[in-house]
């Protein structure tokens, strides 16, 4: 048995924006503390596996829905949360997990409820561009990402949001992605945990309860430092600065 088991749910279904690396980043910063980590691709055709820490990603309208389905009638992920599991779900994840979110003809599909999240489709442009967003809490560093999604999502009491925007989209109403308890859901693609290690490292000491040393990230604080600069000098190409809404 390894002392940290990682699932990356769905690949198949919601592998579309390489947030399958949220996983392998998981995985391998365990490993370098010395923790034996599994990291499992559940693909949609098995049942879903017992695990710690859960990642979900971001797809397409009718694949999030297929996914969507099959999580429901399977329960194994809302058991698994029920009982302690961490999860991390990206865009088309983020939306399966709220209480709704819309198919791709715009009608509202039932989502998992793990998160007090509603997601409805934004009548404005799709947002896609760079996103940067300062975390409300855990003492992170700003988050750096990716977006492009249609959805709007909006935040009910239980929940708070992950972050402040500072520039691009996320929700749509100045806040970026929700969290609840071990649950947090964000609209930063990257992978999010490649961009963003420090977050990375977050999930694992919550799935280990863990103190983890830390590691030589000058490759990754090369990385960030170029996106942020790159967005806040408007150079990304595609950035919308905050805030659409509905339009
Ligand atoms: N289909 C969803 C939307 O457009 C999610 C997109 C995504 O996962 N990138 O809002």
Redesign the pocket.
């Known amino acids: 048995m390894s002392a940290l088991t990682v699932v990356v749910v769905h690949p198949d279904l919601l592998g579309t ?1 390489g947030d399958g690396g949220n996983g392998v980043v998981l995985a391998q910063r365990a490993r370098w503390r010395g923790i034996e980590t599994e990291l499992v691709d559940a693909t949609s055709d098995l049942p879903l596996p017992t695990g710690d820490l859960y990642c979900l990603g ?4 009718a694949a ?1 829905t297929a996914s969507a389905e099959r999580l429901r009638e399977e329960g194994t992920l809302e058991r698994a949360v029920g009982q302690g599991a961490v999860l991390l779900a990206v ?2 994840g983020y ?1 399966i997990v709220g209480r709704s979110f819309p198919a791709a003809d715009g009608r509202p599909l039932s989502g998992l409820g793990l998160l007090d999240v509603t997601t409805t489709k934004g009548r404005g442009r799709r947002a896609v561009g760079e996103i940067l967003a300062e975390p409300l809490d855990e003492g992170l560093p700003v988050l750096t990402g990716f977006e ?4 709007l999502t909006t935040r009910g009491p239980t929940t708070a949001p992950l972050a402040r925007v500072t520039a691009g989209v996320g929700n749509g109403d100045g806040t970026e992605g929700a969290r609840s308890g071990r649950v947090v859901g964000t609209y930063l693609h990257g992978p999010v945990l490649a961009r963003n290690p420090g977050f990375a490292d977050l999930l694992i000491s919550w799935a280990t309860g863990r103190v983890l040393h830390a590691l030589d990230d000058a490759e990754e604080a090369a990385l960030r430092k170029e996106r942020i600069a790159a967005v806040r000098a408007g150079r990304a190409g595609g950035t919308v600065r905050y805030a659409p809404g509905p339009s």
Do not use: F, I, L, S
């Open positions: 924006y971001g797809g397409e309208d999030q865009c088309a939306q492009n999604h249609g959805g």
